[in-house]
Antibody
Framework: QVLLLQSGPGLVKPSQTLSLTCAIS??????????WNWIRQSPSRGLEWLGR?????????DYAASVKSRMIISPDTSKNQFSLQVNSVTPEDTAVYFC??????????????WGQGTLVTVSS | DIVMTQSPDSLAVSLGERATINCKSS????????????LAWYQQKPGQPPKKLIY???TRESGVPDRFSGSGSGTDFTLTITGLQAEDVAVYYC?????????FGQGTKLEIE
């Protein structure tokens, strides 16, 4: 059983940095068959894929264009976790943030395990 | 980027009846090299993260009741719930994983009539 446990502050001031961490149990951030994603959800934008990291002999990163200039996803193999950092946040970044495992195998595909979600509010 | 559009936005169906949700992608999500449609369906209940129901457009996730089924290919897909039960009240999303950036439909809210 894979479990993803999110941690991080729920309130961030405008122009500051949003930082969340997702601790993985039951799988490895260095898995050769999984990818580790961040997705957010807000009433105005719905479910929005933000980016992912995955390991295939080296680390790869993909980001949504809308946040690419402000976002970093970082794996931490020593703690088996990955993190999200969004710089220069505005109230439009207010959302519930999810960390999510993705598999693209014949036997399973899509986003199969989700973290519990973290409501991040951007407000002074 | 691929845009996913669902219809209808909301749906009310009587218990025991059939619910049909449609999803259209702005371009094909079918890979001819492996004959797969890169399309999944999710169910989300209040206060919970989405739960995967269907992947490869028509393969049911383990543990998902067989009243849930997915169909379609290319750009047009359907999620069908036969014999609606009270616990099926939720918002349903389609999502493509054909290539990044991935995207979701806007959601269809399913209620009991």
């Amino acid at each position: 059983q894979v479990l993803l446990l999110q941690s991080g502050p729920g309130l961030v001031k405008p122009s500051q940095t949003l930082s969340l961490t997702c601790a993985i149990s039951g799988d490895s951030v260095s898995s050769n068959s999984a990818a580790w994603n961040w997705i957010r959800q807000s009433p105005s934008r719905g479910l929005e894929w933000l980016g992912r990291t995955y390991y295939r002999s080296k680390w790869y990163y993909d980001y949504a264009a809308s946040v690419k200039s402000r976002m970093i996803i970082s794996p931490d193999t020593s703690k088996n976790q990955f993190s999200l950092q969004v710089n220069s946040v505005t109230p439009e970044d207010t959302a519930v943030y999810f960390c999510v495992r993705q598999m693209n195998l014949i036997t399973t595909a899509g986003f199969d395990y989700w973290g519990q979600g973290t409501l991040v509010t951007v407000s002074s | 980027d691929i845009v996913m559009t669902q219809s209808p936005d909301s749906l009310a169906v009587s218990l025991g009846e059939r619910a049909t949700i449609n999803c259209k992608s702005s371009q094909s999500v079918f890979y001819s090299s492996n004959n797969k449609n890169y399309l999944a369906w999710y169910q989300q209940k209040p206060g919970q993260p989405p739960k995967k129901l269907i992947y490869w457009a028509s393969t049911r996730e383990s543990g998902v009741p067989d009243r849930f089924s997915g169909s379609g290919s290319g750009t047009d897909f359907t999620l069908t719930i036969t014999g609606l039960q009270a616990e099926d009240v939720a918002v349903y999303y389609c999502q493509h994983y054909y290539s990044t950036p991935y995207s979701f439909g806007q959601g269809t809210k399913l209620e009991i009539e």
